[in-house]
């Protein structure tokens, strides 16, 4: 029983100005976190272009091929960066994930944790957003229902900014269900409960400054777990960002480390019943560098008592 590790050097090539927050030294923290535990790990492959092209048209992905300097770092909108190495990040990011849906729907995998960045979901259909080039779990989800022929996937996103970039891209879908909690109201601004999808497969959670792991936990046993099990997804994917964290710097929520492993046993627990426990969780945020690595350290070690 297993809880598969993708990451990748490339991962650490992607740079960003001095003093941005999604920086190269958020992996440095983290990832020394995770040595010694029972995990198998696996380099994360490079995306192809048809995984990208399952989510984003393909001038996107020219444009975004093009858009990488030969030196330097180039700004592709106010938050979003790209040095020489950030494509090839990306497609770890995006390829990472492919492989963790490939390993847990075959069984090589229980579950899998996909430790890269960039993060991606931000990242709109046509446009690099918010520190995000592609859309890297709505890409996952994608492959999931197209290659593997499944017919229902969940993503719960519980990072503290509305995965915009996710429900551009899965929302007309609706063999997707896409779960987002978030600040509200904070960057990017979107995520409205009233945003439910054309599909009515959205489901959007504003919550207000400050509000609590308490509170966080309420929500999602009386709200989010009753949807996921009504939905019978086949697959949980999860936008883990750890920004929702009260030391976080961009927001202004109150999550402790604790309640990210009572959220991660919880959405483990659904999964089991209804899915045999596939979960594919994918980084996201989280700024914190000492946050982000207790925070990503006890989801992995919930996603590993998962296995067992
Ligand atoms: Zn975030």
Redesign the pocket.
């Known amino acids: 029983m297993t809880t598969a590790l993708l990451t990748h050097p490339d991962c650490l090539n992607h740079l960003t100005p001095e003093g941005h927050p999604e920086r190269v030294a958020r992996l440095e923290a983290l990832l020394p976190r995770l040595e010694g535990k029972d995990l198998l790990r696996v380099r994360a492959p490079l995306a192809a272009d048809d995984d990208l092209l399952l989510a984003h048209p393909q001038d996107h992905l020219d444009a975004i091929k093009a858009a990488e300097p030969e030196r330097g770092i180039r700004q592709l909108d106010p938050d979003t960066w790209m040095s020489p190495g950030s494509l090839q990040a990306a497609l770890r990011a995006a390829g990472g994930a492919v492989r963790a849906v490939d390993m847990v729907l075959s069984g090589e995998a229980d579950n899998a944790f996909v430790a890269c960045r960039p993060p991606g979901h931000h990242a709109e259909t046509r446009a690099p957003m918010g520190f995000c080039l592609f859309g890297t779990v709505a890409i996952a989800a994608k492959h999931a229902l197209e290659r593997h022929g499944l017919e229902r996937v969940a993503i719960v996103d519980f ?3 509305h995965g915009n970039g996710t429900q551009d891209l899965v929302q007309s879908d609706g063999r997707i269900l896409f779960v987002s909690t978030h600040q509200m109201p904070l960057y990017p601004g979107t995520g409205a409960p009233s945003e439910t999808g054309p599909a009515g497969t959205v489901l959007n959670i504003a919550l207000d400054e400050g509000t609590t792991g308490e509170v966080y936990r309420r929500i999602l046993t009386d709200t989010i777990l009753p949807r996921l099990r009504a939905f019978r997804p086949e697959l949980l994917i999860l936008s883990a ?1 750890f ?1 929702a964290h009260a030391n976080d710097p ?1 927001a202004g929520l109150s999550l402790e480390t604790a309640d990210f492993a009572f959220v991660t046993e919880e959405l483990c627990r659904m999964a089991a019943e209804v899915c045999e426990g596939r979960v594919v969780s994918c980084l ?2 989280g700024y914190d560098l000492d946050a982000l690595a207790e925070s990503g350290e006890a989801h992995v070690d919930a996603l590993i008592a998962a296995a067992r």
Do not use: A, F, K, T
């Open positions: 990072d503290v900014h960002g920004d961009l996201e945020g």
